[in-house]
């Protein structure tokens, strides 16, 4: 099969033709249909990822068809059209009989722990605990669109910032879990400021459903400027982007019982930023962190989805190939792509 390859990290990436995955006993073989590429892509390239090992094939935001089936697995047939969370659960452990797949103590990640999806077909193991089917009205490339940018906004938001209609949702960082995030709280009848330093991404935030903007290079203090606008602080914010700056502010634009969600990323410099207790304790702040969504929680955002209240396709920026994939995946600590870039063509 054809896949994007990287043998150092930070290094080149090249299209090669490599061996077809073996199906896991537990698992499936998936045709991959559609890929989106994720910061979290560039950032396993980079090495900040200490689960990826050399040689190694990047993707993990995936949807496509079953070809192949693993001898225990019960759910699935070859033919179902499927997607997964990037974060999958064992299903045996603590985290996972609890209903916490996304934080299993035996992972696992297509793209991380194992090769993943920049190529034509990629290998799932735990396939019974994790894969969701797909809705016939759903086509491959809005559900590559879906994970792990939209199920962890969606996470987020929903679960663990219990978002509320008429509440002020501040979002920092306007990539895809960025956008993601803003629309979805904007769904939930919340009020969402949106920050950034790129004018673009902010008018494309407004388009769907900011109800302010920031842009962090035109204002002397983004936290006052969000103090303002919301007359008091935000109920929720999240830092989308995992800078030591976001997060700070994220923080300290809060209100009174305010919740903060880390959701983006902090690694490399930024791996661990000074957290102001102060005003946490003070204000009695929430501090959350969140990382992707397990499989059966998908049922009700695709609800949303199915209705209109929802439309991730709306993020996508642009479809490539597996072969643009790759100065896609190097363009990715620009910051300078809107929307999400999916893979749609792997021939």
């Known amino acids: 099969m054809k896949a994007v390859i990287f043998k ?13 995955p073996v199906v896991p006993i537990d698992g499936v073989v998936i045709k991959v249909e559609a890929n989106g590429i994720c910061r979290s892509d560039w950032h396993g390239w980079q090495g900040h990822d200490s689960d990826v090992r050399l040689p190694h094939v990047p993707g993990h935001e995936l949807a496509g068809v079953i070809v192949e089936v693993g001898k225990d697995v019960k759910r699935w047939r070859v033919g179902d059209r499927v997607t997964v969370p990037f974060a999958c659960g064992c299903g045996t452990c603590p985290q996972c009989l609890s209903g916490n797949q996304q934080i299993c103590d035996h992972y696992f990640q297509p793209g991380f722990t194992a090769w993943g999806s920049f190529a034509e077909y990629v290998a799932l193991p735990y396939a019974d605990v994790n894969l969701v089917h797909l809705p016939d009205g759903m086509d491959f490339t809005e559900a590559a669109c879906l ?26 960082g306007c990539g895809g879990v960025g956008l993601s995030a803003i629309m979805i709280a904007s769904a939930f009848g919340a009020n969402v400021i949106a920050v950034d330093i790129d004018r673009r991404k902010l008018d ?38 995992g800078s030591t700056e976001t997060c700070r502010n994220s923080i300290l634009n809060l209100r009174k019982r305010g919740r903060h969600v880390q959701v983006g990323l902090m690694v490399a410099d930024d791996s661990a930023p000074q957290i102001p207790m102060a005003p946490v304790i003070a204000k009695e702040l929430e501090i959350y962190g969140s990382h992707g969504m397990q499989a059966h929680e998908y049922p009700s955002m695709l609800s949303m989805i199915a209705s209109g209240k929802l439309n991730p396709s709306l993020l996508i920026g642009k479809t490539v ?5 790759m100065a896609e995946l190097q363009g990715m600590g620009e910051f300078q792509s809107i929307g999400v870039s999916v893979i749609t063509d792997f021939a």
């Open 321 to 325: 190939s597996l072969e643009e994939s």
């Open 204 to 241: 494309f935030a407004r388009s769907i459903g900011a109800a302010q903007v920031i842009n962090a290079r035109e204002v002397n203090n983004v936290v006052e400027a969000v103090l303002d606008f919301t007359q008091g602080g935000a109920h929720l914010s999240l830092d989308a982007l």
């Open 8 to 20: 150092e990290f930070a290094g080149s990436l090249f299209l090669e033709d490599i061996k077809d």
């Open 147 to 172: 994970g792990c940018r939209f199920i962890t906004s969606y996470r987020a938001v929903v679960h663990q910032g219990r978002v509320r209609g008429g509440e002020w949702v501040a979002v920092h």
